[in-house]
């Protein structure tokens, strides 16, 4: 199904600048990837961050290779970056709605929007912010790990791309996209349905992250208790019904691929938003945990599972807020 609204068909030609707002352990890992294979990269960084991409770059640690991007263009103010064709948004979902506006400095006509974080609502975020026409939809499959500022590593399969217009189908624009991704050695899927497959892609990272926390365990022990794993599928089960009562299609068989996932992750693998509660860092428990309660709420589905999960970690979430 092709997009028919002309400013959603655009193909860019010639060398495709790209921004990556959070060179975190999604934006850094795949802007780098894109960086290294020739293209225009540029980062929204602050901090130690800021300083290290542009003095030394981004160094990735893969499991059968290490390298580093060199000193790349960065700088905390997206106006002093100039307009892109393609904006990648890897900040965090709670970051999301508040920075949306700030980044209209990166638009011109024709660039494409795309975010990349866990959740289902940073796209109509940044939309609302934004415009519609600049956004569409798009996940990462990765298990990274932000080791330092700018440093990288990630674990199993190499990142893979979920690209999609939100409303349905593939358009000419994402098809450009997809074609630098490739060339950077990103594993990319067109998606037909994207709304769906980021609630798939739910279904399958909230129980992780949230499971994950509760326990304090990391993947291969959650799954080995037949108990413990009860409480995953249940988590799980949870959020295919909320996502049918708001009117999203999931795949057949979303429940069994996301069950799958998590018998093939390797051992000691955790979800960032375990990582971030047991760091004592602000999570993403609100945008995950919290957004199945909130859609579930909408359309008068019981959710017990999500509501134990996110009492028993609210505390932490709410400690980690107020230390930062």
Not at 94 to 122: C, D, F, M, S, Y
Not at 225 to 253: D, H, N, S, W, Y
Request: charged letters at 25%; aromatic letters at 4%.
């Amino acid at each position: 199904m092709e997009v028919k609204r002309e400013a959603r068909c655009s193909i860019i030609r010639g060398p495709m600048k790209t921004v990556v707002v959070g060179p975190g352990a999604v934006g850094g890992l795949v802007g780098a990837m894109i960086a290294r294979s020739g293209e225009l990269v540029s980062f929204v960084a602050r901090g130690e961050a800021l300083r290290v991409i542009q003095t030394d770059g981004i160094r990735i640690s893969a499991p059968d290779e290490e390298f580093s991007t060199g000193p790349l263009p960065a700088s905390e103010s997206p106006q002093s970056l100039g307009s892109a064709d393609l904006v990648l948004v890897a900040v965090k979902s709670w970051q999301v709605k508040e920075l949306a506006p700030k980044l209209k400095p990166l638009l011109a006509p024709g660039t494409v929007v795309i975010p990349v974080q866990n959740g289902v609502e940073a796209a109509d975020q940044l939309r609302a912010g934004l415009g519609d026409a600049p956004v569409a939809g798009g996940i990462c499959h990765v298990i990274s790990t932000l080791e330092g500022p700018a440093q990288v590593s990630y674990r199993g399969r190499p990142p893979e791309l979920a690209l999609g217009e939100l409303e349905g189908g593939v358009s000419s624009r994402l098809r450009s996209v997809a074609e630098v991704v490739r060339k950077a050695k990103l594993g990319v899927t067109l998606s037909e349905n994207i709304r769906g497959d980021l609630w798939e892609k739910l279904l399958f990272v909230e129980p992780l992250g949230s499971v994950g926390a509760v326990t304090r365990q990391t993947i291969d022990v959650i799954r080995s208790i037949p108990e413990t794993r009860r409480l995953l599928t249940a988590a799980m089960l949870e959020i295919a019904q909320v996502a049918k009562g708001v009117g999203v299609e999931l795949r057949e068989g979303a429940f069994e691929r996301a069950l799958q996932r998590v018998d093939s992750l390797p051992a000691g693998a955790t979800a960032s938003m375990q990582r971030d509660l047991m760091g004592n860092r602000p999570s993403e428990l609100s945008e995950q945990t919290g957004a199945v309660i909130r859609f579930g709420t909408e359309v008068q589905a019981k959710v017990p599972v999500h509501e134990f999960l996110w009492a028993a970690l609210l505390p932490q979430e709410m400690r980690a807020r107020k230390s930062c």
